[in-house]
Nanobody
Framework: VQLQASGGGLVQPGGSLRLSCAAS????????MNWYRQAPGKQRELVAR???????NYADSWKGRFTVSRDNAKKMGFLQMNGLKPEDTAVYYC???????????????WGQGTQVTVSS
């Protein structure tokens, strides 16, 4: 079971990126899927959360610019980032709470992170 984050890159201020998070393995269900970021020298912080029913929550810093979504059939989550600013530069991680086939309970799994750099 693993999560694979992708879609990061170098973008100019004001630009957009769409991050993807793909889950693979013996997954019965994906509960919450969260996006975090870790800027250089800073602690990892929560950016957005999407629950299995599609309900979303955003940290105040990213409300209105970022949109989180998911495709349950494809076991994927997405973070659409618009109006990017230099201070959005960070490594972005996805984290999901998974129900795994053959196991009881829910397991939290992290993706490997994808670098987003906003610079002119």
């Amino acid at each position: 079971v693993q999560l694979q984050a992708s879609g990061g890159g170098l973008v100019q201020p004001g630009g957009s990126l769409r991050l993807s998070c793909a889950a693979s393995g013996s997954i019965v269900k994906i509960n919450d899927m969260n996006w975090y970021r870790q800027a250089p020298g800073k602690q990892r912080e929560l950016v957005a959360r999407i629950e299995s029913d599609g309900s979303t929550n955003y940290a105040d810093s990213w409300k209105g610019r970022f949109t989180v979504s998911r495709d349950n059939a494809k076991k994927m989550g997405f973070l659409q980032m618009n109006g990017l600013k230099p201070e959005d530069t960070a490594v972005y991680y996805c984290k999901a709470f998974l129900v795994i086939r053959g196991r009881t309970g829910t397991y939290d799994v992290w993706g490997q992170g994808t670098q987003v750099t906003v610079s002119s």
